[in-house]
Structures are given as structure tokens and as C-alpha cells.
Nanobody, 123 residues
Framework: QVQLVESGGGLVQAGGSLRLSCAASGRTYGSYTMGWFRQAPGKEREFVAAITWSGTSTDYTDSAKGRFTISRENAENTVYLQMNSLKPEDTAVYYC????????????????WGRGTQVTVSS
């Protein structure tokens, strides 16, 4: 089992920045793709970004491109999501995910989920 714990969420004004962190523990050996999804009230879960084990390949939803950056430190079993130029529509609970397979935009393909961290962007 792999446990994921997110941190770094909070309240920020539009145009501001936040950096989310996700610490993995448990059976973290082996290569994991890690990523972030989000879910706003009344909306479906949405893919945000993913990064392969090596860190050489990343994927972003269109709304995140140019504003968000996903990165990872394997030695620390941690993945980050740097979010800049935040907009009110970025308000959601952000979930860290991991799987042993390739990067995917489908939440069903991820085996492990954190409990989420709230991000609120005020206008």
C-alpha cells in the first residue's frame, strides 16, 4: 500500500500562487506515475497534471498549461504542484494520485489517492 498526504492548500486571491506538496509513504519502491486531480463542488473530478517516475514526461490539462508546473523529488517521495496566476475557477479540492502504470488522464487508472487539500481562489 502507498499512502499519500497532500499539503499546501489554502485561500489566495486571484493572480496569486500556491505550491501543493504530496508526500508518499509505505511501499514506495518501484516506479510510480504521480499526478493531481481536482474536484469543485457540483462538478466532476478533473485531471490536472501528471508526471512519470523519471520526471522527463509531464502532462497537463489545457487550463493548467503555462500556469501550473508539476515536479517530483524521488529521493523524498514527494511530488509538487506549483500553481501560478490562480483564477477563481481553480477553486477545488486537489487530490494527489499515484499508480504503477503510465501517465493517464483517467482517474480510474490511479490506484492510490490522498484525502485532498482545499484550494480557494477569491476574485
Amino acid at each position: 500500500q502507498v499512502q499519500l498526504v497532500e499539503s499546501g492548500g489554502g485561500l489566495v486571491q486571484a493572480g496569486g500562487s500556491l505550491r501543493l506538496s504530496c508526500a508518499a509513504s509505505g511501499r514506495t519502491y518501484g516506479s510510480y506515475t504521480m499526478g493531481w486531480f481536482r474536484q469543485a463542488p457540483g462538478k466532476e473530478r478533473e485531471f490536472v497534471a501528471a508526471i512519470t517516475w523519471s520526471g522527463t514526461s509531464t502532462d497537463y490539462t489545457d487550463s493548467a498549461k503555462g500556469r501550473f508546473t508539476i515536479s517530483r523529488e524521488n529521493a523524498e517521495n514527494t511530488v509538487y504542484l506549483q500553481m501560478n496566476s490562480l483564477k477563481p475557477e481553480d477553486t477545488a479540492v486537489y487530490y494527489c494520485v499515484a499508480n504503477r502504470g503510465p501517465s493517464s488522464r483517467n482517474w480510474l487508472n490511479y490506484d492510490y489517492w490522498g484525502r485532498g487539500t482545499q484550494v480557494t481562489v477569491s476574485s
